[in-house]
């Protein structure tokens, strides 16, 4: 695609949604957020979980922050199926990111090939430890990990255990405030 006509397709999805949002306005249409969580999780729950799980790989593809996803997740879903999802998703995008990692051809700074021998003496508990550091971006440090050879069964249990762990503390607190916001409202 030449550059124009993405520029083009940006701007008319902007344009797009802008729209959508003052028609929705001017038509006072109200989304009744109780309605849409029954609906996706009696009738159309199968179906809605796989969305976003699909959803939540697709953004671990990109840069885009979780928290919105986990907040909605958490507002629909249970722990546990919210719990799973994320790591069901971790899981996806980590094998997606692993194969195509040398494929994408990035240039690696040498700052942070300096740090390959430090991560392959001990790869599984680093990785573990990398995944409590507020900040670090799981779906950059696989592509770090794949990009520096280490084998894909230590990333995996490096990534899942550290984040299984994470995950836990913050769907916990967001149900915490949740919970704590709607005993306060009623």
Known sequence: M????????FYGFVVLNIIAVIYLYFSDYKIDPEMLKAFLTTEYFLISYVVYILILIIRG???LPGTAFLLAGIYIFSFTQVFFAIQIAIVGYCLIIYNFAHKLNFKVPQKILDYEHKIKTK?????FALCFIPGISINILIY???IIDVKLRNILIGIISGTSITSMIYI???TGVFESVDYALN
């Open 2 to 9: 030449k550059n124009i006509s993405k520029k083009y397709l």
């Open 61 to 63: 593809l990109t840069l």
């Open 123 to 127: 790869e599984i508990p680093i990785i």
């Open 144 to 146: 770090f990990l794949s």
């Open 172 to 174: 916990s607190i967001i």
